[in-house]
């Protein structure tokens, strides 16, 4: 039995990571302005490591892009899966070469290029996408805050997000 509305859990879920740095930090401010010495510094230390903590909570709740989209997202051990009712895919994270936003469709895709096999297109709602920002942003030289600000824009078509250095995405179009 729950003493919350569903919504209001869902809402505390979604928020949780904000709000548990947000208390690291408010933590780590009270022990540095009550005390002195090492103390002081070990409170400026679990307040930096809150607003570190802070920051990245603030990404992932801005790449969340809602759910009840078609299909389910599995990550396990590099390998990113998408099981829909039409198509799917698996792959390799350190096989991949470019990953493209592709607002086209209803709702929006990533595509996740790999050599020798079809883009691997994910819906951004589907179950489970939420897992892709850790994915994405362990990505070399990946422009985390490019990729937030392009999920906010609604302009139809591809971009290109990141491209993994070296290869070349002759077979991506890009509008």
Known sequence: MSYLRPAAAKTLARWSGVL???????????????TF?????????????GALSLVAALQRVRFAAGTGGPGMVEIDEGAIGYFGPLSGGVVSRSEMTALVLD???????????????????????????????????????????????????????????????????AHLRLM
């Open 103 to 169: 607002r086209t469709g209803k709702p929006a895709h990533w595509a996740l290029s790999q050599p020798g096999q079809e883009d691997v297109m994910i819906p951004m709602t589907a179950k489970g996408a939420d897992a892709l920002f850790d994915v994405f942003a362990a990505l070399p030289g990946m422009r985390t805050e490019q990729m937030l600000g392009e999920m906010r824009r609604t302009a139809p078509g591809r971009v290109l997000l990141w491209q993994k250095p070296g290869t070349q995405a």
């Open 20 to 34: 548990l740095s947000l208390a690291i930090l408010g933590l780590g401010l009270w022990i540095a302005l009550r």
């Open 37 to 49: 010495g090492i103390t002081f510094w070990l409170g400026v230390s679990i307040a930096l490591a």
